[in-house]
């Protein structure tokens, strides 16, 4: 244990304590501190002007959440792990991100990478967290490895990391509410995690905490229509991806950009290792999307003018898709606009975030609660609040194109 | 007026109310987005880490702070000014930060210009700032410029935008104590709104608003010593000095950079134009620092290392000054550490920030209290809470060095 | 106007303004004044200690919610009412309460009557309220109680005053929410503010303003479930319930009380007037309870001892009624409870709250939106969250009784 | 240990956490309910409509915060206490209130007793919480008496109940700057309790918690002239005084009373015993209050009036003291104003609070730095700021006198 508790102060939880020197080791490899380097919420600060803080001060975040919960099982006798346990568990919620790119979102889908895959390869490759996790104990880096990609043995572990109830999803609601200042993203975390129970591998929730449950799930409705669907910072992705896009047709058509710095071209051939992605932070995207504003092609010096500049594209809803896109296409085209990197129709729920899944098969556990008498019901058999928000698809789609383009343009209501 | 007033979420002030066009458009131009990469709080975010907010939000809040004194002034019949004046003022408060730079206190103490002379530039050259201004009123840059140099013959207006209570001050206080989650900064803006009155060409508090001006002063000196002037912060910059100093040392030796993009050579030979300034943001310097760890010189490579990873400098608190600095120089020397990148002394209050200055010839008017009498008082002689912090000077020397010197260097206490 | 705006430092609101003479007046009544001995709660002090806020804070509250949504649809030219229309307006903001009595949900249920009738007589009748309003104009005491009563001609005002998204509700659930300490009762209301529209009679709510709306109702639900209908809460007040009920029983059986001051003899008889009514507070009913502990009637000094020194009757859910009641009033009397004054069933929704109805039929009107096509519908029909929870009759029935019965009463699950 | 831990939603600290069966007991004791019909701030709810919470929320509050100390010093291996210690702190730290009366200040002035010796008599005499105590150990309830006495031997249990950074305040100032919506009482609770060390039979504070410290105070200073010495609070009291000075004079005179039931006699004889003084809560005296209105007696019935209709006394400031009260006084009587029970002259320091002292002399003990070099240094000696509130005397006299004579006393400035 370090001589004396370190502290950070946090505007979420107010203190983040450190007692285990691997931690802070952690905390000071260059591969966290390369999350500085990375927003938390991507382009969303076009929209809320808070959201500048970076994926670092949400990992310290998880960690302390973590920290939290495994603190209130000591204390109430639910668990009886050993201290490597517990000190995995920690690692894995510090390090969970440790793989996320500039602007994931719509750098991956361009370029065809997850950044889960990333996360594996800065564990265990040659890391300075690496290095810190094996320093501790060998097989460290490959058991965090197995609770990121849910494979752990101890199922009430990967529960806590990655759940519908999960520390990532609690630390990033309290902590987006705050810095973008909307007042939907509240909820009562202490009481949650009195509720909390590991049970046969996973984490349920007392059922007396049903309405504590309710309120979470419904600040996670409302930061998803109010904050990550908004279409203004959609709009702000998708010329992003766009200028992404025209990147990578420009290097096929064997373009030559007048900056072109490593590891674009790695980047390009799909063969960076983990010292070529360590370097793509969102300086050095918006670094680059300054200097292509002097680029010669029209297209790419125009999205990204427009996008640093914040003139982003406009959007319409479309009831109706039937030939809607055709007709956009067209008419782009006619004044000028080539509608592959001007026009994009989207579905806000295309997107790796969801409201509630109550399914089994989906990816992340449902929330279960335990009754009286000790049965597991999944949590939206018992809520109709939870039943009304769970699965839905309200989202309706939206037609993006150039504001020039909006008299131009016209959609059937 | 816009047909509808425009508001922004903002986690200071709940929201920000845009009603005239102009201000949008202001809003809009690529300077003011420029904004938005370049923090407000420079490296602080090393020390605190949700101090990753940028000068466009405080840029906002500092709009709307005047936003709200200018219309309790309206409100209450305190002041009958056209609504030219407080378009200025509005304006006024929205550009004052609007030539800052990246890092500015580091890279303008090196390169040897002031943020206000790039103020003045963007508001009256080339800028679409300037342009937006000129389109309402042909003289509106000039007199913002007044504003800004404090030579407005409307001293009212330059007491809001720039003293020692102005907007600028009263949001960053609010604001950096939001995002660095501190509990200091706070106080009750409201009820200081409402003690505020225009009197003789400067504005003043009326009696009894003390305790609320107390309170006030006493969050900014909290901020001071808690937040602005924290020793970690301070290694940060200096790493930061020492590395603008070496790449400016190189250039004059020609050493050949591998990477030394525009517009780096017309920054070393002082001859940058408002386009070149422009490019100047805080992504283009962190981009630079990560592809400079790989320079051959080992100094420059190293020093950026050490920033980007946050291997800060360590300090010693210096009691007694005498020969310290030699001894120290000698000792870095004989180690291999070129005092000259690696060592600094420092005292706390050589910054261009201060706690509360009460003497009249201070550059920032003073605070004056307006008695029941309609005699003015300067505030420190009405309040012994804030005599005791005024012009205070109980900083002590910090040596900054790099850590691997800790064992070796011996001051004395 | 007041030579100075008055402030009510508040802490829902920050500040509270006055501007007219005529609200300064009616606050300084003393039957507003008496409103300081009445709590806005009830006996929920003894669920969340913290609920000891009185009637006189929520009317302020009310009024201060009043009025800055009058403000705000002056601001933005919605309205052209007259200073008469807005005085009235603040003025059945500030009084809509005026007539309440102490536990008033107890008490009324005893004695028969409505605070609603008291108000109408406090406005009406002898009373300081009454004169300062004449004193402005001659029948604004009608106009105020044709609002409390919904039959003013101007529907908004009504609106304003009193439906289910009103200034009452607005303000109480973020009071209760801020003395009891729950987290979740907070909504956006400057927000929801902006969305209200005065039209044809009504207060509707812009289309793009239903995401603020269910998070009000939402916060509406919480409280409900977590506050207003506890069984804690239902306890206290039905051992009250059965006090009053022992003293009207003792007192039709010419029981001679050792204390029985004015006015009781007339509350008995129902015939009190404005003067009597206005002793009736609660310090009045607390001190009466205390001296009953010492009366010679055993059933009336233990319940008064139980409910000061917070003995409260016990609960278990009862799922099937069928035979429930009858079986618990035998086991009672076997063991010397008599059940007329020692046992309960209750549904949690036998009252005057609800959570929220959308039938047209419903005293208060329900909640309207207006889409971009100037439509109006009602809220549910655009919002599964919100039909999800409207009309909900989740309640389930609570049998009440003393502690010492906990071991004998089976209540099959 | 309680088989679930209890919790109560709290307001300041979230949540208030008992597992000793022996606190729950407690707490449960009419006399700990007694509290709940005493204010925390007497009759400060007429200058701050919120001021409305019980001596019960506060004495929850003491506890949460003595134990969040305790937990903090067991966590760190700061203290190695016995079970018998901690809960003797707890409970003391529960209880130190009990003793108090209704509008304890007015009250103890005139009838000369101390809410001390009562706190002493309800420990060790015949009520249940002295037998809760003995049940767990029979000597309880004589040492709990020790550290409200400050004569307990184990000096830093005394300290963390009553000092000058004590529990006490810690809760009163975060509490009722909650409950009265002023933003002055706030201070970073949780750096403190980081801070503090047992050492050598007191409690001192770590050198680098020195800032967290000087908020503290400052907050202390700003509550103290904001809410504590508010003038208008003191009118009230001051009017609450005479009243209880007239029922005296009165009863000395052989006045019938129309209503004097038990207690009164026995208090106006001062022969009270603990059952006695039971009775006396906040209802019980503004019961009596609203029925001496109706008094035969000018003065009661007049003054009862003032009080219970908030119709208060005026006040001027007084900066030349020399021959006012005699001038006062006559002109009063002229106008057929009893001066004793119509005129009052104070002085805000003549009161049970104060600022800080740092005399060692002092009933509480000062706050004592330890330095890195382990040495203790008094606070004052450290701080500019604090020396500057220290043992401030900046208070004037003020001279209260029904509204009616505003016009007819002048006071020169």
Redesign the interface.
């Known amino acids: 244990m370090l001589k004396e508790?370190k502290?950070?102060?946090?505007?979420?939880h107010?203190?983040i304590y450190v007692k285990h020197p691997l931690i802070w080791d952690l905390i000071?490899t260059?591969e966290m501190?390369r999350l500085?380097?990375i927003r938390q919420l991507g382009t969303s600060?076009y929209t809320?002007?808070?959201a500048?803080?970076?994926r670092?001060?949400h990992s310290?975040g998880v960690y302390e959440v973590t920290r939290k919960i495994i603190s209130s099982f000591q204390r109430?006798g639910y668990v009886a792990w050993s201290e490597e346990e517990i000190l995995l568990a920690l690692s894995a919620a510090l390090l969970h991100d440790i793989g996320h790119g500039p602007f994931s979102h719509s750098f991956e889908t361009v370029f065809h990478f997850h950044h889960e895959d990333w996360t594996c390869r800065m564990l265990c490759e040659d890391t300075e967290v690496s290095k810190a996790l094996r320093t501790y104990q060998s097989d460290l880096p490959e058991k965090i490895k197995q609770v990121v990609q849910k494979t752990y043995e101890n199922g009430s572990i990967v529960s806590l990391i990655s759940s519908q109830l999960d520390a990532d999803r609690m630390d990033y609601l309290l902590r987006d509410a705050?810095?973008?200042?909307?007042?939907?993203g509240?909820?009562?975390f202490?009481?949650i995690v009195?509720m909390l129970r590991p049970y046969d591998g996973k984490i349920v929730v007392k059922e007396n905490g049903v309405?504590a449950i309710?309120?979470y799930l419904?600040a996670r409705?409302?930061m998803y229509?109010?904050v990550y669907f908004h279409p203004v910072t959609r709009s702000s992705e998708i010329i992003l991806r766009k200028i992404f896009q025209r990147v990578k047709d420009l290097y096929l058509m064997d373009y030559t950009f007048h900056?072109f710095?490593d590891p674009l071209p790695k980047l390009m051939e799909g063969n960076m290792d983990i010292h070529d992605y360590f370097?793509l932070?969102?300086?050095?995207i918006?670094?680059l999307l300054?200097?292509w504003i002097n680029e010669k092609d029209p297209i790419l010096s125009d999205l990204c003018s427009r996008f640093?500049?914040?003139h982003l594209f406009k959007y319409k809803i479309v009831h109706e898709k039937e030939g809607i896109l055709e007709y956009a296409q067209e008419t782009l085209s006619k004044r000028g606009f080539d509608p592959k990197y001007y026009l994009e129709m989207e579905y806000p729920l295309d997107m790796p975030y969801d409201i509630y899944q109550s399914e089994k098969d989906h990816k992340k556990q449902p929330i279960l609660i335990m009754t009286k008498?000790d049965k597991l019901i999944e949590i939206s058999k018992r809520s109709?609040?939870i039943?009304?928000?769970s699965g839905?698809k309200?989202g309706v789609h939206h037609l993006y194109f150039p504001e020039e383009m909006v008299q131009h343009l016209t959609i059937p209501k």
Chains 1, 2, 3, 4 share one sequence.
């Open positions: 508790e502290v950070f102060k946090d505007a979420v107010q203190y000071n260059k501190q500085r380097r600060f809320f002007h808070g500048e803080h970076s670092f001060s310290l109430n705050h810095f973008t200042g909307v007042n939907y509240t909820f009562d202490d009481r009195r309405h309710e309120a419904m409705y409302q229509w109010q900056i710095i370097i932070d969102e300086s050095f918006q670094m300054m200097q640093l500049h914040r008498e109709e609040v039943k009304s928000i839905e309200r």
